[in-house]
């Protein structure tokens, strides 16, 4: 009993000690490992992976993902310097590269290493669908997610000891069923909804950063119907999903078009 009350001590200053305010959306948020951790490795991924893949340079597509990455990340500097957040970006160092495959996919890594498949091109179409794509992709940089997964997966571990420690003297079936338990109730109960979550708030955050570079909201809703489209009816049901349902997805972002290009008139961009 005495070790479960100083795990639950160390569990609860743990907590106390590592919470960071996301300045887009006010919210305190895990921060158990700082990015002065997270920055360098994530930079050294990046470079590795770049050297064991096919980059595209130098074509009108290569150079359309650096010229809309480069007005999404400036848009993203005018919102934090407007809303007092003055270099809070000065540690990212930001890279956008096409990549040849035919995933229907793109990502950004922590800092601001952004890649983009070369197999999502015929569903982005145009700059403004890539804008969608890449506000996205930056907002999960922006708003330190993967800072946020870390510490939720080195929370899950603790976890984890705690239950391993509170059945510790019971029967060897009675432990299994009970970290067999613990796994299923963390995957869907707290895993898969935070990874959800994630993608609701970088949905948020890049709507808003894609109209303050000059790009229609109203098309990030025809991009997401083309997604649906391409993907044939083939994702998992949301509650065992680590993404929002596309017509989840559509809803919420139809709901948030006002707001964002409200935020976007703020700064002179003005939709119809």
Not at 106 to 112: E, V
Request: aromatic content about 8%; proline content about 4%; glycine content about 8%.
């Amino acid at each position: 009993m005495k070790k479960l009350n100083l795990f639950t001590l160390l569990f609860v200053i743990a907590l106390a000690q590592s919470c960071a305010t996301n300045p887009f959306t006010g919210k305190e948020t895990l921060a158990l490992v700082p990015n002065s951790q997270i920055l360098p490795s994530a930079f050294q991924q990046y470079t590795q992976f770049l050297t064991e893949n096919k980059v595209i340079a130098g074509t009108t597509d290569a150079k359309r993902v650096e010229t809309v990455g480069t007005k999404i990340k400036n848009a993203a500097e005018k919102w934090l310097n407007a809303n007092g957040y003055q270099g809070y970006l000065n540690d990212y160092k930001w890279e956008y590269k096409l990549v040849e495959s035919k995933e229907v996919n793109a990502w950004c890594m922590p800092g601001g290493k952004i890649v983009v498949y070369s197999g999502i091109l015929p569903v982005t179409k145009d700059e403004a669908g890539l804008a969608t794509v890449l506000g996205h992709e930056v907002s999960h940089a922006l708003a330190n997610h993967g800072a946020q997964r870390m510490s939720t997966q080195l929370l899950e571990q603790l976890g984890q000891a705690g239950v391993a420690m509170a059945v510790g003297n019971k029967s060897a079936e009675t432990q299994q069923l009970a970290m067999q338990a613990y796994g299923v109730t963390t995957q869907y109960g707290v895993t898969l909804p935070f990874s959800r979550s994630n993608e609701t708030e970088a949905d948020k955050i890049g709507l808003t950063l894609m109209a303050i570079a000059g790009y229609n909201p109203d098309q990030a809703i025809v991009f997401w119907e083309r997604m649906s489209a391409n993907s044939g009816g083939q994702a998992p049901p949301e509650f065992a999903s680590t993404h929002p349902s596309d017509a989840t997805r559509i809803a919420a972002l139809k709901a948030l078009l006002p707001q964002a290009k409200a935020e976007a008139a703020k700064f002179g961009v003005v939709f119809k």
